[in-house]
């Protein structure tokens, strides 16, 4: 089971650093996304890492504003957040697939296998 945290408010031109871990399980092995849906819409990717770590893809929005790394030593996936706007308000999602790194090259998925909980993110003066 995937369980994220480090969502709140933050003001606009903040920065938040989402974390994703394992509730009794590893990650090793598994590629990671980051998805958001905000209220009224679609739910849409954000980001993709490979299980490795070398290969990662970002959504248009999120290039050059966030960072998807992940340390398998501590079993976590960090989504770092800088340059937030209100329309990254959302509820954000990290999942979990056995892909290979090619397929995170190309694009990042949109289905996986395992997902969390889901963490708040709001960026409002």
């Known amino acids: 089971q995937l369980v994220e945290s480090g969502g709140g408010l933050v003001q606009p031109g903040g920065s938040l650093r989402l974390s994703c871990t394992a509730s009794g399980s590893s990650l090793d092995g598994f590629a990671i996304a980051w998805l958001r849906q905000a209220p009224g819409k679609e739910r849409e990717v954000v980001s993709c890492?490979?299980?490795?770590?070398?290969?990662?893809n970002y959504a248009d929005f999120a290039k050059g504003r966030f960072t998807h790394f992940r340390d398998n030593a501590k079993n976590t996936v960090y989504l770092q957040m800088n340059s937030l706007r209100p329309e990254d308000t959302a509820i954000y999602y990290c999942?979990?697939?056995?892909?290979?790194?090619?397929?995170?090259?190309?694009?990042?998925?949109?289905?996986?296998?395992?997902w969390g909980q889901g963490t708040q993110v709001t960026v409002s003066s």
């Open positions: 999942a979990a697939d056995q892909l290979p790194s090619y397929q995170i090259a190309v694009a990042c998925p949109p289905d996986y296998g395992s």
């Open positions: 890492i490979s299980s490795g770590g070398a290969t990662r």
